[in-house]
């Protein structure tokens, strides 16, 4: 059995993660209206040159990778001795409307997290604007695709433009390309899986999320599942979305991981392709 989905089905909480199987995909992502239409280092150069690059490489870069996701089941896993008590928050659809909100109490709790952003979030400058500041504050950006497209029912070419040009897109506004993709849906192809490898793109569903599901969708009762939830463990991948009652509940929900023993995993420290 699967989840709640984009368009309201019912569905249960058997499996949470994505990708076991198609319906289960299918079933584990909310959304949006969108949603609903289906749809280098130069070793050449003088001493200065190098400073240069190397003040414009991203901050984390250097830092040799502490965790590592598991694709059989999306959690964070320790690399040699790093904390292993800590979990992974992601937001999808991104940033619509809560998600600078969502940042800057993320960061009054010294919390990190990936923004997953659609490229019809970013396109105005205003939204611009925001996505520079959210990727300013040290948050992660990731790739969610241009359009929110359910990449299974588009060709090859399609699927390249939703995923490329959004690359594109992030890194003409922030300066740095994605290093994170997670399909919409959580429903991947054999080519998207392919194209996010070539674009050096960690590719990612997640452990669980409940912010698309009507019972859920006000702060005391997001606060308490998203804290309680049968499938918090070690590692666990965090899905929520740019909502109003996600951006109420979630100094709430960081409050109460802190209070289970868990701190949130800087997404640079996670290894990339
Ligand atoms: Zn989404």
Redesign the pocket.
Same mark, same amino acid.
């Given at each position: 059995m699967f989840l709640t989905g984009?368009n309201g089905e019912t569905a249960s909480t058997e499996n949470r993660n994505g990708e076991k199987t198609e319906k289960q995909e299918a079933g584990n992502?909310?959304?949006s209206s969108e949603?609903k239409i289906k749809g280098q280092f130069d070793n050449n150069g003088s001493k200065e040159r190098q400073e240069e690059n190397k003040q414009a490489r991203p901050a984390m870069k250097n830092e040799r990778p502490k965790y590592r996701i598991n694709p059989a089941n999306w959690s964070v896993h320790p690399i040699e001795s790093a904390d292993a008590q800590v979990v992974l928050l992601t937001f #999808? #659809?991104a940033p619509h409307e809560y998600s600078l909100t969502i940042a800057n109490t993320l960061k009054q709790h010294g919390a990190k997290a990936i923004f &997953?952003v659609?490229g019809h979030f970013i396109d105005t400058e205003p939204e611009k604007a925001v996505l520079k500041k959210i990727h300013e504050m040290g948050f992660a950006i990731g790739n /969610?695709t241009y359009s /929110?497209a359910t990449l299974k029912g588009l060709s090859e070419d399609e699927q390249a433009a939703e995923i490329v040009k959004l690359n594109d897109a992030v890194e003409a506004i922030t300066g740095e390309r994605p290093k994170f993709f997670?399909a919409? &849906?959580g429903m991947n192809t054999d080519f998207s899986k392919r194209l996010a490898a070539k674009e050096n793109m960690l590719v990612m569903n997640w452990t669980y999320g409940y912010d698309w599901e009507k019972e859920y969708q006000n702060k005391a009762a997001l606060v308490d599942i998203m804290v309680n939830s049968p499938y918090l463990n070690s590692g666990a991948n965090l899905l929520m /979305?740019d909502r109003k009652w996600t951006s109420d509940a979630i100094s709430g929900i960081i409050k109460g991981l802190k209070r289970r023993g868990f701190e949130t995993v800087d997404p640079a420290l996670i290894e990339t392709p």
């Open positions: 984009c992502e909310n959304g949603e #999808d #659809d &997953f659609n /969610h /929110h997670r919409p &849906f /979305h």
